[in-house]
C-alpha cells in the first residue's frame, strides 16, 4: 500500500512562486511513477507534471518552463515548485502515484494512489 502526503500550499499573488512537497510512504517500489494532477473549482482535474523512476518527465503544456518536478535524495520524496505563478493556476493540487507505465498516458484514471490535495490560490 502506498500513503501520499502533501504540503506547501498557499496563497500568493501572480508572479509568485510556491514550492509543494508530497511524502510517499509504505511501499515506494510499487510507486513507478509520481506526479502532481490539480483540480480547479468546476473543472475536471487534469495532469500537472509527472515524472518515472528514470526520471522521464512530462509537463502540461500551460505549465511548461514555470514549473519544475522533481524527487529528493530521499526517493519518497516529490516536489514541484512552481514559479511565474497565474491566477489560473489556483487549484486543489494532488500527489499521485501509479503502479506501472500507463502514469504516461498523463490521465488521472491511470493513477492508483491519491493523497489528499494541498490548495493553491493565486491572486492578480
Known amino acids: 500500500q502506498v500513503q501520499l502526503v502533501e504540503s506547501g500550499g498557499g496563497s500568493v499573488q501572480a508572479g509568485g512562486s510556491l514550492r509543494l512537497s508530497c511524502v510517499v510512504f509504505?511501499?515506494?517500489?510499487?510507486?513507478?511513477?509520481l506526479g502532481w494532477f490539480r483540480q480547479a473549482p468546476g473543472k475536471e482535474r487534469e495532469g500537472v507534471a509527472i515524472?518515472?523512476?528514470?526520471?522521464?518527465?512530462i509537463y502540461a503544456d500551460s505549465v511548461k518552463g514555470r514549473f519544475t518536478i522533481s524527487r529528493g535524495n530521499a526517493k519518497n520524496t516529490l516536489y514541484l515548485q512552481m514559479n511565474s505563478l497565474k491566477p489560473e493556476d489556483t487549484a486543489m493540487y494532488y500527489c499521485?502515484?501509479?503502479?506501472?507505465?500507463?502514469?504516461?498516458?498523463?490521465?488521472?484514471?491511470?493513477?492508483?494512489?491519491w493523497g489528499k490535495g494541498t490548495l493553491v490560490t493565486i491572486s492578480s
Open positions: 515524472t518515472d523512476t528514470d526520471g522521464t518527465t
Open positions: 509504505g511501499d515506494i517500489d510499487r510507486a513507478y511513477c
Open positions: 499521485a502515484a501509479s503502479r506501472g507505465a500507463n502514469c504516461y498516458l498523463f490521465r488521472p484514471d491511470a493513477m492508483h494512489y
